[in-house]
């Protein structure tokens, strides 16, 4: 059975720059949420996206957006970079939404680097 | 104050100790999970929690919803066993971090 694939694995972009991440779940699994992890904040929350709808939002600016296509399949997009963009990007999949699910399994990241 | 605290941040031991690793919180909660993330980022997950305690080979999990704390305890620690841990809670659908606890198990 085919783990959480996450694209690209490494990306580098220049401030003002936008970009998109791919997370394409566990075959079956309806709920992707996405996390930002730094060194100096750690681990974040995104979003949560199930069945196409996104359930829940971090306290993130309005430049973090995702969505989620029928196959399961999710994206996240920043636009206008900034440095402090800089980060491990992860998603998980599970089988029902956050609040219900047993298990969470994680991809391997997209590392951003913003210049 | 941040709403999940682990402690210790990092912690080293002897291959064969038994290592307890605390999680305190200070929001309601649906659920708790204890995460695991070896050099190189990727995460596994270990447990999810809603009350009680869960076992898992050497690894052990219990939670008590009315003092908020979470401990997860490793028996007969092994050097694979090195990883920072995080405690995770969910929260009215948001999901809260602790800042994780580095373990390293020397051989």
């Known amino acids: 059975k085919a783990g959480v694939t996450q694209t690209p694995r490494y990306l580098i972009k220049t401030r003002g720059q936008q970009v998109t991440l791919s997370c394409s779940p566990i075959s079956g699994h309806r709920s992707v949420s996405w996390y930002q992890q730094t060194p100096g904040q750690g681990l974040q929350f995104l979003f949560e996206?199930?069945?196409?709808?996104?359930?829940n939002k971090g306290n993130f600016p309005g430049r973090f957006s995702g969505r989620q296509f029928s196959n399961s399949r999710s994206e996240m997009n920043v636009s206008t970079l900034e440095l402090g963009d800089s980060a491990l990007y992860l998603c998980?999949?599970?089988?029902?939404?956050?609040?219900?699910?047993?298990?969470?399994?994680f991809g391997e990241g997209s590392r951003l680097t913003v210049l | 104050k941040n709403e999940v605290e682990q402690s210790p941040q990092n912690l080293t031991a002897q291959e064969g100790e038994f290592i307890t690793i605390n999680c305190s919180y200070s929001?309601?909660?649906?659920?708790l999970h204890w995460l695991q993330q070896h050099p190189g980022g990727g995460i596994v997950s270990l447990f999810m929690?809603?009350?009680g305690k869960k076992k898992h080979g050497r690894l052990i999990a219990t939670i008590n919803i009315q003092e908020k704390h979470s401990s997860l305890h490793i028996t007969a620690s092994h050097p694979r066993d090195s990883a920072v841990y995080i405690c995770?809670?969910?929260?009215?659908?948001?999901?809260?971090f602790g800042a994780g606890t580095r373990l390293t198990v020397k051989p």
């Open positions: 996206y199930f069945s196409e709808t996104q359930r």
């Open positions: 998980a999949s599970s089988l029902a939404p956050l609040r219900n699910t047993g298990e969470l399994f």
């Open positions: 929690l809603s009350s």
């Open positions: 995770a809670v969910l929260n009215n659908n948001d999901m809260r």
């Open positions: 929001v309601g909660i649906s659920a």
